[in-house]
């Protein structure tokens, strides 16, 4: 579907798109990795994540993701299962589908990409304080914290 939206003396066409992203919550001894996107990026700055992004056309879902924790944070994972689905509206013409995956890890050393400007090794009790309420709910709602210890 195709709206057109009247801007002063010009008519702008607002496609709909929906965007494929896959991501992390990548485990180590305990703790989850969340990352802060940087304060000049488009969308959400500022704000803390899991690691992860879009799905490039072609791409296997699970390769995304090994390449985006790569490209976003410099470690290596091994992806053990996906924990859930989901999908939202970040505006009224954009949707997002969202795959979640529980990931473990043995590197501590993060090296961020300039899309984020800090990295944390989170508790259990860091993640509800840091990531969106969004983000937090979804763990609860698919029963993450019954698959993964986290220190408290």
């Known amino acids: 579907m195709i709206a057109n939206t009247k801007m002063g003396a010009e008519t702008k066409r607002l496609e709909n798109k929906m965007v494929n992203v896959v991501k992390g ?14 304060l000049v990026d488009d969308v959400g700055a500022g704000s803390w994540e899991t690691v992860g992004g879009k799905v490039h056309f072609g791409e296997k879902l699970e390769e995304a993701l090994v390449r985006e924790v790569r490209e ?37 050393q993060v090296n961020l990409s300039e899309e984020h400007s800090e990295y944390m090794w989170a508790t259990r009790s860091e993640l509800y304080h840091h990531l969106p309420f969004a983000v937090t709910s979804d763990l609860e709602k698919y029963n993450v914290f019954e698959k993964i210890e986290l220190i408290d």
Do not use: P, W
């Open 25 to 38: 919550l990548i485990e180590n001894e305990g703790r989850v990795l969340i990352v802060k996107r940087s």
């Open 72 to 108: 976003e944070a410099g470690i290596k994972i091994q992806i053990d299962e996906l924990l859930f689905a989901n999908t939202f509206f970040t505006d009224s013409h954009r949707q997002v589908i969202l795959l979640m995956y529980l990931c473990r890890t043995k590197d501590h």
